[in-house]
């Protein structure tokens, strides 16, 4: 076992970081495409 997994920095759960890091670009890009199609209905 190597030192690193001995002092381990963060102990929360894998998966739900996982799934933030997958929700929250998911969720920014859904925003900027929702404008620009409300937009292009506007204009």
Not at 1 to 30: C, I, R, T, Y
């Amino acid at each position: 076992m190597n030192e690193f997994e001995k002092d381990v920095q963060m102990k929360s759960n894998d998966a739900v970081q996982s799934a933030v890091g997958f929700v929250v670009p998911f969720l920014f890009f859904s925003i900027i495409f929702f404008t620009a199609v409300i937009i292009k209905a506007i204009g």
